[in-house]
């Protein structure tokens, strides 16, 4: 069993800073593409930034500048860290990752797993 488990939402006002941390756990074989998505209210899902477990890191560009991503490998966690925050980045963040977990010895299954969501808001 896998779990994603996030943290670090609230309110805060434009401008301000937010971090998001997400760890995982569980039987992890290993873990690829690590990531966070966020959804507005009436919009899609939409990708705000990822990270592979290489280091090489990809950002909407919405957040380009003011979002970084980082990751440690050996705690399976994911950092999310959100600077010169603005209204239009209220929305629930939600952690991503490519797990592989073991089957059986010798079989191994990749799948997406998501955390439960975090609210930001962004509002004076």
């Known amino acids: 069993q896998v779990q994603l488990v996030e943290s670090g939402g609230g309110l805060v006002q434009p401008g301000g800073s937010l971090r998001l941390s997400c760890a995982a756990s569980?039987?992890?074989?290993?873990?690829?593409?690590m990531g966070w998505y966020r959804q507005a209210p009436g919009t899609q899902r939409e990708l705000v930034a990822a990270?592979?477990?290489?280091?090489?890191?990809n950002y909407a560009d919405s957040v380009k500048g003011r979002f970084t991503i980082s990751r440690d490998n050996v705690k399976n966690t994911v950092l999310l860290q959100m600077n010169s925050l603005k209204l239009e980045d209220t929305a629930v963040y939600y952690c991503?990752?490519?797990?592989?977990?073991?089957?059986?010895?010798?079989?191994?299954?990749?799948?997406?797993?998501w955390g439960q969501g975090t609210q930001v808001t962004v509002s004076s």
């Open positions: 991503n990752a490519e797990i592989t977990t073991v089957i059986v010895p010798g079989v191994y299954h990749e799948y997406d797993y």
């Open positions: 569980g039987s992890i074989f290993s873990i690829n593409v």
């Open positions: 990270i592979t477990s290489g280091g090489s890191t």
